[in-house]
């Protein structure tokens, strides 16, 4: 099973649609990160749950 590292993003109120994905759309193409999970609360704040997955790699022994 893969082993991801997440990170929360939050967007408050204020900030447009477009902000916000212009946001996650660096997040993803510049850091490996997709889209986990989103929560919209009732003030119109979101919070975003982002993730990518860990590669581990193994010490070469020569």
């Not at 447009?16 to 009732?42: F, I, N, V």
């Amino acid at each position: 099973m893969p082993e991801y590292e997440f990170r929360d993003v939050y967007v408050p109120r204020g900030v447009s649609r477009k902000a916000a994905t212009q946001l996650l759309t660096d997040h993803a193409e510049y850091g490996h990160w997709e889209l986990a999970r989103t929560r919209l609360y009732p003030d119109g704040s979101r919070r975003v749950r982002l993730r990518r997955r860990i590669i581990r790699q193994l010490r070469a022994t020569w």
